[in-house]
């Protein structure tokens, strides 16, 4: 089956058919619900119901204009060619079976949603419908995904003139930096498995006021579910504590910025094809066919994955940000970086990360494209160029990703793979907010594009 023949409405909930909420403990004291999504410039957004509503909007919905689609992260608006405007109406309905309280939240449940057209039918530019399809195709080839993201965020004070203050300097990875947000983090440890999110670890990084998260993996849908709810959580956690936070690759021009590195797995029967095979450090042909069929795709990803002037600010040769279109075992300036696992679990850890990708794109589009880009190496028995094993930096011919928000929209636009996985809708509403962005952004210092997009993500 070509990857093309999957229908559009395949795995998606329809409007009436959902299972009534279950109620646990935990939502007996809920009051309202967050319905949430995350916009084609990366802003979660979000409208609000009675906990008492929540049966009738699981059925009906509530309404929402397909406006959305082409706002800017600070709000302005722009359009494509097939959207835009303020006519027509499109329904928002919560996904139940991702309904979660929010701990840090008191009163407050959330869940995610997925859109629809009036008639109930599933509207062709949902990024969350988007990422099911994917999944689907993944599935009619017998093939499983396990993905999760990495979360990196600065945490501090705003300044009165409105600087940031970052709530730690030295030491790099140091417990002086746990010390001085141990409460914060053992309370955000704490809502985090109220609210169901396994974490596997939790540490000071780099940057000054800079942390991070990390998650266990899920399905593809699950795992942009999850790093949606993590930064929210991370977000009211620090309020709690009169702390500021931002998720943005780059903060503070010159310093390491924050990625939402992405990794995945593809699986097949209960077998990881990233480990056991007879490709290039173990993997399988299949799994060495989708990651060379991500690397291929990889400029055109980054428009997805990376797709603002701030995110280009991060991509710096070696700050292990991933600035080269590579490959290498646990080599940490590859864009794209194989993980084997220690021995004696590699058959369930191994895996692939992608570390060029950040917290301003769109999760959803993040791991339907990264689907798309793998089944198609797979169709198109593709094999991995020869390993990068140390710098790229130091090594001849080895290739930069785009170093520009227009060159990597340039490979998005020349993408057939992308073009055809996304569809017409949701192809000319990421393109038309990546053009407005680039103009947005046009002229701006680093220092104003840092500062614009701390504010912002």
Request: net charge negative; proline share 7%.
């Amino acid at each position: 089956m070509h990857l093309s023949d999957l229908p559009e409405t395949t795995c998606v909930p329809t409007p009436g058919r959902l299972e009534p909420p279950v109620r646990p403990a935990a939502l007996e004291t809920i009051d309202a619900v967050v319905l949430g999504w995350v916009d084609n410039a990366g802003i979660t957004r979000v409208k609000a119901i009675p906990y008492s509503r929540l049966d009738a909007v699981a059925t009906h919905g509530v309404g929402f204009s397909p406006v959305f689609d082409v706002f800017l992260a600070d709000d302005s608006i722009t359009a494509g060619s097939l959207v835009g405007g303020p006519a027509g109406d499109l329904r928002l309905i919560p996904d139940l079976a991702a309904l979660r309280p929010l701990a840090a939240q008191p009163g407050w449940a959330w869940a995610p949603g997925d859109r629809y057209t009036q008639d109930g039918v599933p509207y062709p530019g949902c990024q969350r419908a988007f990422a099911r399809r994917m999944t689907a195709r993944a599935g009619l080839r017998g093939l499983s995904l396990r993905m999760g993201f990495e979360v990196e965020w600065v945490t501090g004070t705003e300044a009165p003139d409105g600087s940031f203050v970052p709530a730690f300097h030295k030491a790099a990875y140091g417990m002086t930096r746990m010390v001085r947000v141990s409460d914060q983090l053992r309370e955000l440890i704490r809502a985090l498995a109220a609210q169901d999110v396994s974490v596997l670890q939790v540490h000071p990084e780099y940057a000054a006021g800079q942390l991070e998260v990390s998650v266990a993996p899920e399905d593809p849908v699950g795992a942009a579910d999850t790093t949606v709810l993590v930064r929210e959580t991370i977000r009211a956690v620090a309020a709690r504590h009169g702390h500021a936070v931002s998720f943005a690759p780059c903060v503070l021009p010159g310093e390491v910025g924050n990625g939402a590195h992405l990794h995945f797995s593809p699986w097949r029967d209960g077998v990881n094809l990233c480990h056991g095979g007879e490709g290039p450090r173990g993997l399988t042909r299949e799994g060495e066919a989708f990651l060379a069929g991500v690397l291929r795709e990889l400029p055109a990803l980054l428009a997805i994955g990376a797709p603002g002037a701030a995110g280009h600010l991060r991509l710096v040769p070696d700050r292990w940000a991933g600035a080269y279109r590579c490959w290498g075992l646990e080599n940490r300036e590859a864009a794209l970086r194989l993980i084997t696992g220690m021995a004696g679990e590699r058959q369930h850890a191994a895996n692939a990360e992608l570390k060029c990708f950040d917290a301003t794109a769109n999760p959803y589009l993040v791991v339907g494209t990264v689907i798309a880009a793998g089944l198609a190496g797979i169709e198109d028995e593709l094999r991995l160029p020869v390993e990068v094993a140390g710098n790229p930096s130091a090594v001849a011919g080895v290739p930069r990703l785009p170093e520009s928000p227009a060159a990597a929209l340039a490979a998005l636009e020349a993408s057939a793979v992308l073009r055809e996985a996304l569809g017409e809708t949701l192809f000319d509403a990421i393109t038309a907010i990546r053009r407005a962005e680039i103009a947005r952004s046009a002229g701006m210092t680093p220092s104003e594009i840092a500062a614009d997009a701390r504010l912002l993500y």
